[in-house]
């Protein structure tokens, strides 16, 4: 290919096509999305992503986020502070409280008496992390997680904050991260859609949170953008089955027929909804065989379901999402949301915080272990945490050995991450003596989102979307890579 460049001093010819970098031809020609795919280290088979993107190499080809609604504990589980055990029933300063937003369950406080971790910790001796016993799977992969103990958001209700950190604002209507990713990048999977949504909670019903479909929809990008929810019971995806004395072939001439009809009114209107429907319909054909094969456990080894615990064999629950978010993610789904409800112990964290780690700590780590053995732990990121912490102090009558629990902590809480690019064995930031405020290495939400959508190789200030007058993006306007994470 020729292309005659213009000398530093030559004017540009303006009525003529203006000359282009071979990025931006390969960017704008036809097979132009999938070269520069290739040319950036991601899959060609990826279709319907944005020109340009990914636009630096990623680390990550998919990500599954076990997202724990609710708020787990950080003090209880990851942020060793061995001195707490100490100061149980000690108020903590107002210095050390001062300027943080708590909830209005414990706004009005007088009193903020240390509540001592629950369980002892122990050190793993390759990666020296601290972990509690409480989830003692998590500590035997310390060595293949980076521990983030530094995150802080400004929500302190359930809602806006989950909200918050999966669609970069508190109110609903803007598009949750899965649907960015999808937009961006398109989808690696012809038989199942790009972005997968799996729900579940502790068994006991302990915590009333709901899921709204918002938490995975595509606000104001096009709908073929949003997540599917696959059911927990039953079938994953209803009318999987097609009635009786309905062929294959005379459900494809019907689809077929359909999409022509769609297609005709697209033109004549102009609706991008209408694309949406066309290739709705055209993923639910597909997924009439792609779903059962998924969904069929029957051909995996009792080691690997072994992995996982013995809650892998009960639908619905987080270990066997767990485990088909590994059978999505072999099959090309690029971003897995598992939601997991019951973290949300105000007066039951005693005897409901044990059970809720049992149901979710070996399958977690189950879901890394069985990644890495595949090789697929290098290109997937897993992301372990909830929507903020619950406080160093004690919510009700802490000398209740039953009834007694924490409130909500936006001010400092932790997550992990493994694989997909990120420091493994890696421990990043601390907060002060009563794991209350963060001293060193804070990371926000934004922040947070900005590495994510890095390490799959998207530009966070590049992706955007046309709304209103105004170009949109995960992270508003705000969020900085948090370099120190990245391997």
Known sequence: MNMKLPSAT????????????????????????????????????????????????????????????GGPTHLDLFDYKPDMYERHGEN??????????????????????????LKPFRQHRASGMW????????????????LVNSMHTEAV????????????????????????????????????????????????????????????????????????NFRSQGDPVLFLSDPAGLSRGMKKGL???IAALNRERAETVGDPEIETR??????????????????????????????????????????????????LAERGVQFIQLMHAGWDQHNNIPTQLEVQCRDTDQPSAGLVRDLEQRGLLDDTLVIWGGEFGRTPFGQGDINNPKAHGRDHHGAAFSLWMAGGGVKAGHQHGKTDDYAYNIIDGKVHVHDFQATVMHLLGIDHERLTYRFQGRRFRLTDVHGHVVRDLLA
């Open 10 to 69: 030559e004017p540009l010819d303006q009525t003529g096509p203006l000359p282009q970098t071979r990025r931006q031809f390969l960017g704008r020609s036809a097979c132009g999305a999938a070269a520069l795919a290739t040319l950036l280290g991601r899959d060609a088979a990826a279709t319907g992503g944005q020109p340009g993107f990914p636009n630096h190499l990623a680390k990550a080809k998919r990500v599954i986020y076990l997202m724990q609604a």
């Open 255 to 257: 689809v077929d027929d």
């Open 131 to 146: 972990l509690s016993d409480l989830v003692p799977y998590t500590r035997e992969i310390s060595d293949r997680i980076c």
């Open 92 to 117: 903590i300063p107002e210095s050390v409280r001062a300027g943080v937003r708590l909830s209005t369950m414990t706004g009005n406080y007088t009193e903020h008496p240390v509540l001592a971790p």
């Open 157 to 228: 209700n359930h809602a806006p904050a989950v909200t918050f950190f999966l669609t970069g604002h508190q109110l609903p209507g803007r598009p949750s991260m899965g649907a960015w990713t999808s937009y961006g990048l398109g989808s690696a999977s012809e038989d199942l859609p790009s972005f997968v949504v799996m729900l579940s909670r502790d068994r006991e019903n302990s915590c009333g949170q709901l899921f709204y479909d918002y938490y995975w929809g595509s606000g104001f990008i096009p709908g073929k953008y949003q997540g599917v």
């Open 278 to 327: 066309i290739a709705q319909y055209e993923m639910a054909y597909r997924m009439q065989t792609s779903v059962p094969e998924l969904a069929d456990l029957s051909g995996e080894p009792q080691h690997i379901l072994d992995l996982y615990g013995p809650d892998v064999q009960r639908p619905g629950s987080f270990a066997r999402n767990c485990l088909l978010a590994r059978r």
